[in-house]
């Protein structure tokens, strides 16, 4: 069935590092796919999304790019924040159907 | 636009008890989720409704857990009785109906079962 694969964490960067959060997924098709983030005691946010191969989602400095011969859309960010500190899930949604799968989500702590 | 609404956002009780969590939402989206995220965890979808009928909850312990969406609209999910390790956040969110689009998430319904 579809499934999305995440890293895990948790990962700790310093102020203005780099950031790549791995996703793989499998799915029948093209399904649509998402980062969202959840900052503490909150619900989820929808961060990005793309919706076919080769599309890029970005939002807040954050990118995804829907690689399709890869199975995967990584998240990154060039220079991250103590504000970025949260839990990442990516998430697939089937192209026929609306369920939704997501990740196990990978805590990221950004230290000054 | 108003999000989507749960209540209460906080909630402890007893084993063996009963709770029921309330969700409103966003106007006019067709479809409506109940997911259940234990700490560390990511969402697991209990139930999926399309307007009032159920299009999934394989997932959904139905000797425990019930939930309906009697008009298409609000939603109310019920845990009784409680165990231990029903202790989680309740998410629910609601999509337009077609497929492929975005969910939106409120900000949970916190269950602490003592």
């Known amino acids: 069935g579809d499934s999305v694969t995440q890293m895990e964490g948790p990962v700790t960067l310093s102020e203005e590092a780099f950031l790549t959060i791995n996703c793989t997924y499998t799915?029948?098709?093209?399904?649509?796919l998402f980062w969202y983030v959840q900052y503490p005691g909150e619900g989820l946010q929808l961060l990005l999304k793309?919706?076919?191969?080769?599309d890029k989602g970005s939002n807040k400095g954050f990118e995804a790019t829907y690689r399709k011969e890869t199975t995967s859309f990584h998240l990154e960010k060039g220079s991250v924040q103590v504000s970025d500190s949260a839990v990442y899930f990516c998430?697939?949604?089937?192209?026929?159907?609306?369920?939704?799968?997501f990740g196990t989500g990978t805590s990221l702590t950004v230290i000054p | 636009e108003a999000g989507v609404a749960q209540s209460p956002r906080y909630k402890i009780i007893e084993k063996r008890q009963s709770v029921a969590f309330w969700c409103n939402p966003i106007?006019?989206?067709?479809?409506l989720y109940w997911y259940q995220q234990i700490l560390g965890q990511g969402p697991k979808l209990l139930i999926q409704f399309q307007n009032n009928g159920v299009v999934d909850d394989s997932q959904l312990p139905k000797d425990r857990f019930s939930a309906e969406r009697l008009k298409g609209v609000d939603s109310t999910l019920k845990i009784q009785p409680a165990k231990l390790e029903d202790s989680a956040v309740y998410l629910c969110a609601s999509s337009p109906s077609p497929s492929g689009n975005t969910i939106y998430f409120g900000e949970g319904s916190w269950l602490t079962v003592v």
């Open positions: 799915a029948t098709g093209y399904p649509s």
């Open positions: 793309a919706t076919k191969a080769d």
């Open positions: 106007s006019g989206h067709a479809t």
């Open positions: 998430a697939l949604t089937p192209n026929t159907g609306n369920q939704f799968y």
